[in-house]
């Protein structure tokens, strides 16, 4: 529960948009082919989370996919 609440905090909102920045650089500079293509294109769902305030695996941890607005949820 404690990685949910870090993820919906605006440090972890910041780690994914910075992590999805990371991935398109990677897949457009350093990975060639196709594969560097999915990976410049999987970089997108980070970012988009990130800024939308949605939490991919947080449905598979039992919360809710999207966090409650100006604060993390408690643990």
Do not use: D, E, H, W
């Amino acid at each position: 529960m404690k990685f949910a609440a870090f993820m919906s905090s605006p440090a972890g909102r910041a780690l994914r948009v910075v992590l999805g920045a990371v991935m398109i650089y990677l897949g457009l500079s350093v990975v060639q082919g196709v594969g560097g293509t999915v990976l410049a294109v999987a970089g997108i769902l980070p970012i988009v989370a990130g800024v939308m305030n949605l939490c991919i695996v947080a449905p598979l941890l039992g919360l809710p996919f999207r966090a409650a607005s100006g604060s993390a949820p408690k643990s």
